[in-house]
């Protein structure tokens, strides 16, 4: 649970997130829509709408990161990709 390990991971799957700030806000951000019903593919979506920036990879490094550091409530209610 925290914004520096979810910057590594980000930076592992070639995300350059500069600071473990940015990360958090992104982790928190991505909970949101997760609280809003939002789904996986549609939060990568938001991030990458002509899907031409992410790799499969990363989208899932960015939603799950997310859900594991920021918003534990979905850590053992994972979606199929």
Wanted: overall charge negative; hydrophobic content about 35%.
């Amino acid at each position: 649970m925290s914004p520096y390990n979810y910057r590594d991971e980000l930076r592992y799957a070639g995300l350059l997130h500069e600071d473990a700030d940015n990360a958090a806000m992104l982790g928190r951000r991505i909970c949101g829509q997760k609280d809003m019903g939002y789904t996986a593919r549609k939060i990568t979506w938001l991030l990458d709408p002509d899907d031409t920036y992410y790799t499969g990879e990363q989208d899932v490094v960015l939603v799950r990161g997310a859900e594991f550091h920021f918003c534990p409530v979905y850590d053992n209610d994972r979606e199929v990709w």
